[in-house]
């Protein structure tokens, strides 16, 4: 074992590696903070450029573009409503209104500290207990995929908004637009209007960025009708100044949700199929159910921003566990990931801890420096960065919609996604003038299909006795129990508000 | 009917269209393929009941609670949309940089953005940047 480290530590002190970690955490951070620029996009664009590196230096600019871009899509996220990348959603719904009452900075401060942490877990997670914690996620069945999703759904509830039921409408038109394409069991084509293109369904991406970029242009164009020049009003500019450091008392009330956010990231973040955007929501909607004012929640309150953004980091740690003992992806991006790892002659499994031990660790190494560096450089430059919220929206707004073209296109170089994202644009304004939240259809669309595939191999699987299947499975009895609890909180929340004369969220949705 | 209360009916009848739609698209799909989507539409189709009744309840016919979409708030956002889909079809047409030159110049001079040094700046700056980012650093053919 000394030896490994030894090597390790020889492996990764060298100008070739620490010049990989840099310019990977700069690049994945600018990339990151673009609208439309996914990690998963710039992990499977770089795979090129590691060819000619050796394996250390390759594989830990990859893993420092994969965590620092997470972390930068909540900058844009924060600051103008515009996740820069689908794990940065949830950041919006609390960063954006912080950002309009004049804590741009605290925001983006508080996103960095929260992904730093949440990364830096999960980092060591994946050095020390990586082996074990993979061991569970072999046990996973489709039953309890299934089970994860449905689980995950329980979330569109609270992210509803004013309106409960448009919040669920929302939701399911995001699990009709799952079904876009291709059966993936008959392979007939459903909904696509004998549209070539659709038969692999909706561009998740296009849809996203039209969803909250486009409609974010239209409001603010009809906004600047109204009068209003900036992000900012005029009369809370000066509350820009300041630190971007949360006070004491602030870091004491986020750090438990930072610890509670950072564990389910990670778990989310192994188990293959559920990527950083689904560990944000989860995350999210779990700091709200526990905290003593969900009315707070979607209103700017810090406590979201962390929960979010700690878990979507904590998710990249996590889906490199089973990549690296096992060889199953944990996410979109691990999968591409997996690809770069197998030309550079890296096989997954118990000889890269043994064999190449010394490169695994020193990739290791460079992933948990990386999430550090990311979270000095963040905070570096988040003042700066804030000052984008005080740049004229008639300035910011063409350059949304050309990154937001440039960034649709770039996915799959297809102009049908450009097309794509202007229709969802339109389709989000209206949503969101007649009180549709935006967020639970991109929810659905992404667990919808994990939740369908899943199910039709239940029932292949369990051979008619659905029943006997799911009480022989303990980890499906756990998850069942999870998602009945979910289903059932907000009825409870109601029932103890009413009793003890609260007059929270919910019954102001009424 | 109160003015709110009529915007609610008139986006249930929207998604009362859709559903019969994509119910009518379901009806040649294999029934294992076709469960999920009609559960997902018959769930659609009452969450949008729902909401018609909550509103009309909501809003009395004596509400003077005023809808959201009115020609006057949509006006420019719609003016806005149809400039962003010409910029769209350009980039298809003639290529990305050359559509998002003309698309940042006109928005630019079409929201007021001055002095004009400032609005060619800002468009050459973003034109740089873009090409350095995706053409030469990404690879991404736009040219």
Redesign the interface.
């Known amino acids: 074992m000394r030896e490994i480290f030894l090597s390790a530590l020889m492996q990764f002190f060298t100008v070739e590696t620490i010049t990989a970690l840099l310019v990977g955490v700069f690049a994945g951070m ?1 990339v990151g903070a673009l609208p439309g620029l996914s990690a998963s996009m710039a992990v499977a ?1 770089l795979i ?1 450029v590691t060819f000619k590196m050796g394996p250390t230096p390759g594989m830990v600019l990859l893993v420092s573009v994969y965590t620092s871009a997470i972390y930068g899509g909540s900058i844009t996220a924060c600051l103008i409503h515009t996740p820069g990348t689908p794990a940065s959603a949830a950041t919006a719904i609390d960063g954006f209104p912080m950002t309009q009452k004049g804590q741009g900075l605290k925001a983006v401060g508080m996103s960095t500290i929260a992904s730093m942490i949440g990364g830096t877990f999960s980092a060591i997670a994946l050095l020390l207990i990586s082996p074990l914690l993979a061991r569970v996620s072999l046990m996973f069945s489709s039953l309890e995929y299934f089970l994860l999703a449905c689980f995950g759904l329980t979330i569109i509830g609270s992210m509803s908004g004013e ?1 409960m ?2 919040g ?2 929302s939701g ?2 995001g ?2 637009l799952g ?1 876009v394409g291709l ?1 993936l ?2 392979a ?1 084509p ?2 696509t ?1 004998g549209v070539l293109a659709l038969e692999s369904g909706i561009a998740l991406i296009a849809t996203m960025i039209g969803m909250f970029s ?1 409609s974010q ?3 603010s ?2 906004e ?2 109204a009068g209003k020049t900036t992000i900012l009003s005029d009369d809370i500019k000066g509350l820009m100044k300041g630190s971007p450091l949360p006070n004491r008392q602030e870091m004491k009330r986020v750090m438990p949700t930072i610890g509670i956010s950072s564990v389910i990231g990670l778990l989310i973040g192994i188990l293959p199929g559920a990527g950083a955007d689904i560990g944000s929501w989860v995350a999210y909607n779990n700091a709200k159910k526990r905290s003593k004012h969900p009315e707070t929640f979607g209103k700017g309150e810090i406590e979201g921003v962390a929960a979010a953004e700690s878990a979507n980091n904590a998710v990249t740690g996590g889906a490199l566990i089973p990549l690296l003992t096992l060889g199953i992806p944990g996410s979109g991006t691990t999968a591409i990931m997996l690809g770069g790892m197998m030309i550079q002659g890296l096989i997954p499994g118990h000889d890269l801890f043994v064999r190449q031990g010394g490169i695994t660790y020193a990739i290791i190494m460079g992933f948990l420096i990386a999430n550090i560096l990311m979270g000095v450089v963040g905070l570096l430059v988040a003042k700066p960065v804030t000052k984008l919220t005080v740049t ?4 910011l ?3 949304i ?2 990154l937001s ?2 960034g649709s ?2 996915i799959q ?1 297809s ?1 049908l996604d ?2 794509m ?2 229709f969802f ?2 389709a989000g ?2 949503g969101r ?3 549709f939240s935006t967020a639970p259809l991109v929810l659905g669309s992404i667990l ?1 299909p994990m939740a ?1 595939k899943n ?2 191999q239940v029932i292949v699987i369990c051979r008619g006795d659905l029943l006997g299947y799911f009480l022989h499975r303990p980890i499906s009895i756990v998850l069942f129990i999870m998602v009945v609890a979910a289903l059932f909180t907000p009825v409870f929340m109601r029932y103890f508000n009413k009793k003890a004369g609260g007059n929270g969220l919910l019954e102001e949705e009424e | 009917m109160s003015h709110k209360a009529r915007e609610t009916l008139f986006t249930g009848i929207f998604f009362y269209a859709l559903i019969a739609l994509l119910l009518y698209k379901t009806v040649n799909l294999p029934s294992s393929a076709a469960v999920f989507p009609r559960a997902c539409l018959v769930l659609l189709l009452l969450l949008n009941t729902i909401m018609i009744a909550q509103d009309f309840i909501k809003y009395p016919k004596s509400s003077q609670e005023k809808g959201v979409l009115t020609w006057k708030t949509v006006r420019t956002p719609l003016l806005a949309f149809v400039g962003i889909f010409v910029y769209v079809f350009l980039f298809d047409k003639i290529g990305y940089f050359p559509a998002s030159i003309i698309m940042m110049i006109g928005f630019m001079l079409a929201l007021k953005v001055k002095p004009w040094w400032k609005i060619l700046l800002i468009t050459a700056a973003y034109a740089v940047f873009i090409y350095l980012l995706f053409v030469l650093w990404l690879h991404v053919r736009i040219l």
């Open positions: 600018v664009l090129p309106n039921v448009k669920l409408m399911v038109v699990l009709l079904c059966d069991v008959t007939v459903r909904f209007f486009i242009v239209l409001i164009v009809e600047m009708r004229p929206m008639a300035i707004c063409p350059i919609i050309g073209a440039i296109f770039a170089n102009n450009v097309y994202m202007v644009g339109l304004y209206i003038k007649l009180g919808g369908e199910w039709r």
